[in-house]
T-cell receptor, first 112, second 114 residues
């Protein structure tokens, strides 16, 4: 399985600011995904990060709010823009290998 | 869109007891995955299932891919305190252009009383 490192592991941010979360994988992967997990909830897919093209966003998520970069096959970033308390969640990076999916440890974001 | 119903939502059991949880889907899945999430961590893959009827074990864990392709269960035998956590099922269906795009259940919170 891939080893996935996310930074930061947690942060407390002021409303109106933006936070960029980094995801580094120890091997080249085609597919990288970003999920949100609100407190006590399941995982919701935000977008698929495509190398060399724009990310594909799921219903309810837009690029202006969650811009994503995928500069190469081992790295991606997710930015949570103009944050509000409703953005307080765990944000998870995931990669697909064969038919399985693996996750980073997550970034716990609290917006105050 | 695809929906997954996972039950039970929570379980409180005594150490040594067996546990069973299941997921049902409104549509057919090609792959079922079971994850465990500890507090402050990301989900960790426990078992992956690829064929209808497949029964797979990983230590004290056993999972099955339902014959109808719309359900899966996870059993934990002889539970121990470190089994505590949230267990998620996830499925990937036939439709959709994104490989590895998963739908997740709402999770089962397991508490084991020593």
């Amino acid at each position: 399985s891939a080893v996935i490192s996310q930074k930061p592991s947690r942060d407390i941010c002021q409303r109106g600011t933006s936070l960029t979360i980094q995801c580094q994988v120890d091997s080249q992967v085609t597919m990288m995904f970003w999920y949100r997990q609100q407190p006590g909830q399941s995982l919701t897919l935000i977008a698929t990060a495509n190398q060399g093209s724009e990310a594909t966003y799921e219903s309810g998520f837009v690029i202006d709010k969650f811009p994503i970069s995928r500069p190469n096959l081992t790295f991606s970033t997710l930015t949570v823009s103009n944050m509000s308390p409703e953005d307080s969640s765990i944000y998870l990076c995931s990669v697909g290998q064969l038919n399985e999916a693996f996750f980073g440890q997550g970034t716990r974001l609290t917006v105050v | 869109g695809q929906q997954l119903n996972q039950s039970p939502q929570s379980m409180f059991i005594q150490e040594g007891e067996d546990v069973s949880m299941n997921c049902t889907s409104s549509s057919i899945f090609n792959t079922w995955l079971w994850y465990k999430q500890d507090p402050g961590e990301g989900p960790v893959l426990l078992i992956a299932l690829y064929k209808a009827g497949e029964l797979t074990s990983n230590g004290r864990l056993t999972a099955q891919f339902g014959i109808t392709r719309k359900d899966s269960f996870l059993n934990i035998s002889a539970s121990i305190p470190s089994d505590v956590g949230i267990y998620f099922c996830a499925g990937r269906g036939r439709s959709g252009g994104s490989n590895y795009k998963l739908t997740f259940g709402k999770g089962t919170l397991l508490t084991v009383n020593p």
